[in-house]
């Protein structure tokens, strides 16, 4: 090697000195659709002051847990969960199958796009139909079934895919943190076998980083193959108290972030900040009807059925010093396809 | 820069090169203890052709998971499961806060050390030792417990913490995979709260990467402190059939390599074989009673109630091709602590 090729190489190792510590600085810059304020900035102090070594903050790589729920924290839950809104339409295509729904509630309602009726049945009737669209077939055939709605399935507002409901600045926090080697989780109150085709594309968490509500699989030897079939049955909800347990099964770890935006995240957030050292927490508030949808009934907001956001919840919020993200005050954007 | 200083600079980048390049090989020289023969040569072939992008059944990083059983796959299961002797001695030390023990079964037997009738007890009396002493605990409890039981307990034969009982040739192949990319994950009939205290500094794995069986646990409130307690109530059994609904649960993924040691290890194999693409699967086969044990039936072994490799499960393996890993003739040395 003569001396203009060892100068050549010092560059490229200058070069990778560059890529490998200029990571982090980049990845604040991606929280672009964060407007600059308080709840940004809160977030940058974090994430700085537990990957820095010489924080007296500092926590080790391994125990970098974030966890997030889903419906209404990383995409859209109005005018009703999208795996609500997957349920009717797959009972409306067994419906041939199934003439007796026909006379059936709340089979009937759906098919008559009565949704007052189908909401009076309450969690019996709800029930009735996530299992009759959710089990009954093996579990790469409801993959398949998944991936095929979300395909083809639209929005009825903004007239997009439902992988395209995404929070960008959410996408952006997942992706800063993951650029600091936090491992990220999702922890819904969903389905997990409805969220995992479809979560590494859409936020880049893997399947074995989804955890959700289930039922229960069925190990079976169908026709010499072996398959898990999906039955009848509940086998775990992921939701309210549900959310530590879940956790706990999960990972086996304490999260030290953790991001919701309903009653249901309560236990979640208090059982991350229940933690020693430095902890994260936070709940989207949806307070902006004119891009997104308005419901609370914190701060006085319309009630809602979905993602319900209580003023006990905001109160406790305010005592443990959780971030309230307000989607009209925080965000400068909030999908990926606004202008 | 001078020069000097940039050939000094090249050298490191020629350094660097070497250790990123230079991973693979020199992990493959880790499977030391292993004897070269054809079980060794297979674990080689298969973890070649699917890191090699070149290869034709190469793998994604994404994909390659790998699940392992753990007593008797990867540490010691007789005179009995670890997790047994843990329970019996949890008992003995909880006693003289239960006098009515002293005439109860199966407590009485525990005891008295009349094993013989702790085993006639059956299902019904091992799950009543199980919950009394699992249960009843915050996890953070029942994690110190098992930690300190752990550090001071001692295996009866070798006279060694049972953390020093894990089998040096399958730690390396834990190693080999990881240095391959491979995601390993442990896949236990045992307590997955008993495990994972010390998974991480035994097998390099982390508490996110065990499955195993669970009881329920219950968020509550103690002292205004967020506690998960253990619930004596079974949630799930991680055993035979449970093993491909626990690989599902869990990881969402089917694995591409697979290893057990017994009759509740089968559909965990099946499972993994039936995936499209290059697949390894393996048991573990314990033949050498004098550095180990010697159990079977398979092979007209002596029949043992703790990881019962039966002749159907032997004769299952040898139809699909699933290695067996014979522990006299495969390994040449089983434990770190031998010369």
């Avoid at 903004?158 to 996408?171: A, G």
């Avoid at 039922?215 to 992921?238: C, V």
């Avoid at 933690?275 to 009807?289: E, I, K, P, S, T």
Wanted: with cysteine; aromatic share 10%; glycine share 8%.
């Amino acid at each position: 090697m003569n001396c203009i090729q060892a100068r050549f190489a010092s560059l490229s190792l200058l070069f990778m000195a560059y890529l490998m510590f200029s990571g982090p600085a980049a990845a604040a810059d991606a929280l672009s659709s964060w407007k600059d304020g308080p709840t940004r900035q809160a977030i940058i102090d974090f994430v700085e002051k537990t990957t820095n070594p010489q924080s007296g903050d500092f926590v080790p790589v391994e125990d970098r847990i974030a966890t997030f729920d889903n419906d209404g924290t990383l995409w859209v839950e109005h005018p009703m969960y999208t795996q609500l809104a997957f349920a009717l339409d797959r009972v409306k295509k067994l419906a041939p199958q199934h003439p007796e729904w026909k006379t059936t509630q709340p089979f009937k309602a759906v098919l008559e796009n009565d949704m007052k009726t189908v909401a009076a049945s309450g969690e019996k009737g709800l029930l009735e139909l996530v299992m009759a669209s959710h089990a009954g077939m093996s579990t790469a055939e409801f993959e398949a079934i998944v991936k095929d709605w979300l395909a083809t399935a639209r929005d009825p507002r903004f007239n997009k895919p439902y992988t395209e409901l995404t929070y960008l600045p959410m996408v952006e926090l997942l992706e800063y943190l993951r650029a600091h080697d936090f491992k990220t989780y999702i922890v819904s109150g969903g389905g997990i076998e409805f969220m995992r085709p479809m979560t590494q594309s859409v936020y880049g968490i893997p399947p074995e980083q989804v955890i959700g509500s289930s039922i229960k699989t069925q190990y079976e030897i169908k026709d010499g193959k072996p398959e898990l079939m999906r039955l009848a049955e509940i086998n775990f909800i992921d939701d309210k108290t549900g959310k530590p347990v879940g956790i706990n099964m999960y990972i086996g770890k304490r999260p030290i972030v953790s991001f919701g935006n309903s009653d249901g995240d309560r236990q979640m957030l208090e059982w991350t900040g229940a933690g020693a050292g430095a902890r994260l927490m936070g709940l989207v508030y949806h307070d902006d009807a004119e891009r997104e949808y308005a419901y609370g009934p914190a701060g006085g907001l319309p009630n809602s059925p979905f993602g319900t956001f209580s003023q006990s919840t905001m109160d406790e919020a305010k005592k443990n010093g959780w971030q309230i993200v307000s989607m009209k005050n925080d965000w400068l954007r909030i999908f990926a396809f606004e202008e």
